[in-house]
């Protein structure tokens, strides 16, 4: 592992842990997860798997430690890297599609609503430590939540591949080399 990939991942959690220890709880203690938002930029920056892996285990305990939901302490834990591959997953798919603008944020859509999801089954269903109804939550907390991750990945996956670009973080990244060219 490479350790600017690292010193780079490091900042997108700990940005990420900031803005979800601030933000506070919308609906049964539940907020928007501005987690999500980083893990999804650190996958669409460097999407290898062992760096996803490392990614998603570090803001599922992050998330966990800083949420206020009952029982989403582990649903954050397991949420985080079945979420995280399943963008990877997707990443990797619409390789081919990246250079269009919409790409990033639809995909962080997607994954948020796979995120949202997934957590809402495991604290509903699997450990039962909420009640409510999922389609209600669903509707308070993930949609709002995939609206701001599309908005916010839109407007900083741009900035922040720039910014790459123009330091020596961008020989590492192979979603920010031209293409044609080997990384």
Do not use: C, W
């Not at 490091?10 to 842990?17: C, T």
């Not at 980083?38 to 760096?51: D, E, H, N, Q, T």
């Not at 990614?55 to 305990?61: A, C, D, E, P, W």
């Not at 209600?136 to 591949?161: D, E, M, Q, R």
């Amino acid at each position: 592992m490479n350790t600017r990939v690292l010193v780079m991942l490091s900042l997108l959690a700990g940005i990420g842990a900031v803005l979800h220890t601030v933000i506070p709880g919308v609906v049964l203690g539940m907020k928007p997860d501005m987690m999500l938002a980083m893990l999804f930029l650190g996958i669409l920056l460097f999407p290898k798997p062992s760096y996803v892996l490392l990614l998603s285990i570090v803001t599922g305990l992050i998330s966990g430690l800083t949420t206020a939901v009952p029982g989403g302490q582990i649903a954050n834990v397991i949420e985080k890297p079945i979420t995280a591959f399943a963008f990877l997953g997707l990443v990797l798919l619409t390789k081919r599609l990246a250079r269009f603008k919409v790409t990033q944020p639809a995909l962080a859509g997607i994954g948020t609503l796979i995120s949202g999801t997934v957590f809402l089954t495991i604290v509903l269903y699997v450990l039962g430590m909420l009640q409510g109804s999922f389609a209600a939550l669903f509707l308070a907390v993930v949609l709002p939540t995939t609206a701001f991750n599309v908005l916010f990945v839109g407007i900083t996956y741009p900035i922040i591949t720039t910014i790459m670009k123009r330091t020596s973080l961008a020989d590492l990244s192979p979603a920010l080399q031209p293409r044609g060219s080997k990384a």
